[in-house]
């Protein structure tokens, strides 16, 4: 199929390309390659990952006029889009750049697939959607009216948005809440790549909520995983959904919401320790408070993904740490 992947310099979508140039899709891409992180590392993941295969649009989200010209030119038959302003601690100083790039941007792209007769839109939300929820595991049957960021607002606007379009137009929408993702080729503004950098160059990490956190890491390959079975698999009405007790994670439009997490949550200091002991060295702790926006846990009920596509993510937090460490060496050429 022709796959649009919006975000296919990013963490996620450069993997997922690649993953879906293997399974035979021809994917399109849109990136607009700005500088929250460093370019170089977007543009090293296009040449590595994609080699010259993937046409990738070098525009904004919120260009409507580009974007709508984009759909027409190249009639995706799937979107996935994972675009976005990324970051809870950034939005707190940025705020109007989250509205201008994950909802507006959204916009274009439901008017895209609404008059291009897309086939299945999927769409990146997040486990932040959860907010004041104190209920673990986190289940996409709960209620997510309390979001604690304008980042997580943002996400669960986009899954209201979607489910609009989806009663609306019959256009089928799957949202995707990641959990903590994390991997070879991450983003520099995570957890495990400043940990790391610090780490090796003897520099304090800032450990938040005093070591207190929990959070499921949730290892890329499983995230791309999930993502490539659940192309082909447009979200369908739930004949059993009632307006009674309406269930949030599905509709009697094709509408459907998924966590992808690794159903196993880590403590903030066992994650500290998996980078100390893969690079060789103790770090030096800097303990501060809980952070405006953040949550102090993050835990995935995934039994309907389970069900839905006999998957679930399952790398273990050592080994999916040593296979970002190994990427980050060689990536930097550190001798340790």
């Known amino acids: 199929m022709k796959i649009l992947i919006t975000g296919s310099a990013g963490f996620i979508g450069s993997n997922l390309s690649k993953k879906l140039l293997i399974l035979g899709h021809e994917i399109i891409g849109i990136d607009n390659l700005n500088d929250y992180y460093s370019v170089k590392l977007k543009e090293d993941r296009l040449n590595q990952f994609l080699n010259g295969q993937v046409k990738n649009h070098l525009i904004n989200l919120d260009e409507t006029e580009k974007v709508l010209e984009v759909f027409k030119e190249e ?52 486990s932040s959607v959860y907010g004041a929820n104190t209920s673990k595991p986190f289940s996409t ?3 997510i009216d309390h979001p604690l ?10 899954e209201l948005m979607a489910h609009t379009y989806s009663h609306l137009y019959n256009l089928p929408t799957t949202g995707l809440r990641f959990f903590t993702v994390y991997g070879p080729w991450g983003r520099p503004d995570m957890a495990l790549f400043k940990f790391t950098n610090a780490i090796i160059d003897d520099e304090p990490i800032d450990v938040y909520n005093h070591g207190n956190m929990m959070r499921d890491f949730t290892y890329v390959d499983d995230i791309v995983e999930a993502i490539s079975r659940l192309v082909d698999k447009p ?24 966590n992808i997490g690794n159903n196993s949550p880590v403590r903030l200091m066992e994650f500290v320790e998996a980078i100390e002991n893969r690079v060789g060295k103790t770090a030096i702790k800097n303990y501060m408070d809980l952070q405006p926006g953040d949550v102090p846990e993050t835990y995935a009920n995934v039994d ?33």
């Not at 507006?104 to 008059?115: A, D, S, V």
């Not at 009697?252 to 998924?258: N, T």
């Not at 679930?312 to 296979?323: A, F, M, R, Y």
């Open 75 to 126: 009639e995706p038959e799937i979107v996935i889009n994972l675009a976005a302003q990324a970051g809870v601690r950034y939005s707190l100083e940025n705020p109007h750049t989250y509205i201008t790039s994950n909802v507006n941007g959204f916009m274009n792209i439901l008017e895209g697939c609404r008059h291009h007769d897309v086939k299945h839109l999927i769409y990146a939300s997040s």
């Open 141 to 143: 049957s709960d209620n």
């Open 149 to 158: 960021s304008l980042y997580a607002a943002t996400k669960k606007a986009n």
């Open 235 to 258: 979200a369908k009405p739930n004949p059993d959904w009632s307006g009674d007790n309406p269930d949030p994670s599905s509709s009697y439009a094709p509408y459907k919401v998924y």
């Open 304 to 336: 309907d993904l389970f069900r839905d596509i006999d998957f679930k993510p399952s790398t273990d937090i050592q080994d999916g740490v040593n296979q970002f460490v190994d990427w980050y060496i060689d990536y930097y050429n550190i001798k340790l």
